[in-house]
């Protein structure tokens, strides 16, 4: 193989792995054996872009490059598609969901941009099977459900279905929180399921108002939470005595602290 540093490199290369004569591991994939590496590849790019890590990043979307181009080998051999059918394909998607761009239609900024976008997808699942195509279509069923609640409202509120201001999202906030204390109190567990998720819907709407990806919010969330815990628990072993001894509000003071010490 002809060492250039080209995609056609690493297409030959996974080729190879798969032949008779390759690696025995990567003979034994199929698609549904890369499913978990595929999602780790991808938050792994995820993790490399909030660290700031140039170094990082290239190594990861290389690691996730690979994932494409391994599936579409598997597929090739099947007779199905190749990667330059993928590639050809995103190409012609491009150029057809940016009129903008590439013909003589005019918008006015993004929001125009993302309406035309859901229209001409929508549009072109109608014309691939002929059916009615819901706005909310096409949403990955896998995805969190943090982030599948937050992509499901941003589908329906750039159809026109969103509140008029803050407040209105405020007040349905509210009166969820008013129907779960109520559902507790009636201790119907049924009812308590229900409004807890209606809840949480309501705060990711809350969220998805202000502009904010709940999920991104949600993990830096927890990293907070996690270093400040962390520094509790070093605390509580510097005394040698055992968690279960301290009480919430000596705990609660050592949580102090780890928030002090971050300023």
Known sequence: MKPDHSIDRLVEIVAKLRAPDGCPWDREQTHESLKSGLIEETYEVIDAIEQGSASDLQEELGDLLLQVVFHSQLAKEEDLFSLAAVVDGVCDKLVRRHPHVFSDVNVSGTEEVLQNWDAIKKEEKKNA???????????????????????????????????????????????????????????????????????????????????????????????????????????????????????????????????????
């Open 129 to 263: 099977d002929n059916r009615p195509v819901s706005i909310l279509d096409g949403i990955p069923r896998h995805l969190p459900a943090l982030q599948k609640a937050y992509q499901t409202q941003k589908r329906a509120a750039r159809a026109g279905f969103d509140w008029d201001g803050i407040d209105d999202v405020f007040d349905k906030l509210h009166e969820e929180i008013d129907e779960l204390k109520d559902a507790i109190k009636r201790q119907n567990e049924a009812d308590i399921k229900e409004e807890l998720g209606d809840l949480l819907f309501s705060a990711v709407n809350v969220s998805r108002y202000l502009k904010h990806n709940p999920e991104e919010i949600l993990n830096q969330n927890i990293k907070k939470f996690t270093k400040r815990f962390q520094v509790v628990e070093r605390e509580v072993m510097i005394t040698g005595r055992p968690f279960s001894d301290f009480t919430l509000t000596e705990l609660d003071a050592f949580w102090d602290q780890a928030k002090s010490e971050e300023k």
